[in-house]
Nanobody, 123 residues
Framework: QVQLVESGGGPVEAGGSLRLSCAAS??????????MAWFRQAPGKEREEIGTIYTELGSTNYRPSVSGRFSISQDKAKNTVYLQMNRLRSEDTALYYCAAGAGMCSANEVHSWGQGTQVTVSS
C-alpha cells in the first residue's frame, strides 16, 4: 500500500476552478502502483469514479459528466497526481478522494485511499 494525502479543496463559486493534489508516500509508478484515480462522493449519493491516470505513460480517461472540464495530470518526480477542475457546477460538490491501484483503478481494485478533501461549489 501507499499513503495518499489530498489537498486543495475548499469553497468555490460556480464557474470557478480548483486544483486538487494527491501526494503519495512513494513512487506513483512501480510494480505495485500503475494507476491513480480520483473519486468523489456527495452527501446521500454513491461514490463515483471521476477518472484515472495510468502512471507509466500518463494516459487518462474520465467519466462523461466531467470530460472536457476536469483533467488529471501527474508529476512523477514529486510523487503527486493532480485533478484540475474547471467550470465547476453545484453538482460537483462532494468529498474528493484519490486512490492507487496496481493494474486497474476501479473502486474494487485499488489498494490505497486518501482521506479526502471537500469541494463545495456555491451557485
Amino acid at each position: 500500500q501507499v499513503q495518499l494525502v489530498e489537498s486543495g479543496g475548499g469553497p468555490v463559486e460556480a464557474g470557478g476552478s480548483l486544483r486538487l493534489s494527491c501526494a503519495a508516500s512513494r513512487s506513483i509508478f512501480s510494480s505495485t502502483t500503475r494507476c491513480m484515480a480520483w473519486f468523489r462522493q456527495a452527501p446521500g449519493k454513491e461514490r463515483e469514479e471521476i477518472g484515472t491516470i495510468y502512471t507509466e505513460l500518463g494516459s487518462t480517461n474520465y467519466r462523461p459528466s466531467v470530460s472536457g472540464r476536469f483533467s488529471i495530470s501527474q508529476d512523477k518526480a514529486k510523487n503527486t497526481v493532480y485533478l484540475q477542475m474547471n467550470r465547476l457546477r453545484s453538482e460537483d460538490t462532494a468529498l474528493y478522494y484519490c486512490a492507487a491501484g496496481a493494474g486497474m483503478c476501479s473502486a474494487n481494485e485499488v489498494h490505497s485511499w486518501g482521506q479526502g478533501t471537500q469541494v463545495t461549489v456555491s451557485s
